[in-house]
């Protein structure tokens, strides 16, 4: 399926995507920029493919993320994918349980070898 995918032979197609870093790079320019392996919808756009260079080579992190944000409007003015859903993880622990790292990014992933139990 992924093969397929990513070769085009699909012309719709549901697909999943994590980051793995809390960096704007990791969605728009992995999902979006012609040159990238991952632009799985085929998405073209000269302006966006710009920007996202641009944001790239920024060392100034606001002009960085006004970059990004400039090449986010673009796209979802295009529309090239559509999100159906977003998965939201919820997590309980009893008070004794301690050490406890959630990833902020909306992992699932917990590192289990830091916790430990107060009782």
């Given at each position: 399926?992924?093969s397929?995918v990513y070769?085009?032979?699909?012309?719709?197609?549901?697909?999943?995507?994590?980051?793995d870093?809390p960096?704007?790079d990791n969605?728009?320019?992995r999902?979006?920029?012609?040159?990238?392996?991952n632009?799985?919808?085929r998405?073209?756009n000269?302006?966006?493919?710009?920007?996202?260079?641009?944001?790239?080579?920024?060392?100034?992190?606001?002009?960085r993320?006004?970059?990004?944000?400039?090449?986010e409007?673009?796209?979802?003015?295009?529309?090239?994918?559509i999100?159906l859903s977003?998965?939201n993880?919820?997590?309980l622990?009893?008070p004794?349980?301690?050490?406890?790292?959630?990833s902020?990014?909306?992992?699932?992933?917990?590192?289990?070898?830091?916790?430990w139990?107060?009782?």
């Open positions: 399926f992924n397929q070769e085009g032979k699909f012309p719709i197609f549901r697909y999943s995507w994590v980051a870093l960096e704007p969605f728009l320019y999902l979006f920029h012609s040159q990238s392996r632009n799985m919808t998405y073209r000269d302006r966006v493919d710009h920007l996202l260079d641009q944001a790239r080579a920024e060392q100034i992190y606001l002009k993320i006004d970059l990004y944000r400039q090449a409007k673009l796209i979802m003015e295009d529309a090239p994918l999100p977003y998965l993880y919820e997590r622990f009893q004794y349980v301690r050490s406890v790292e959630v902020a990014l909306g992992d699932p992933y917990i590192p289990m070898r830091k916790i139990l107060a009782k």
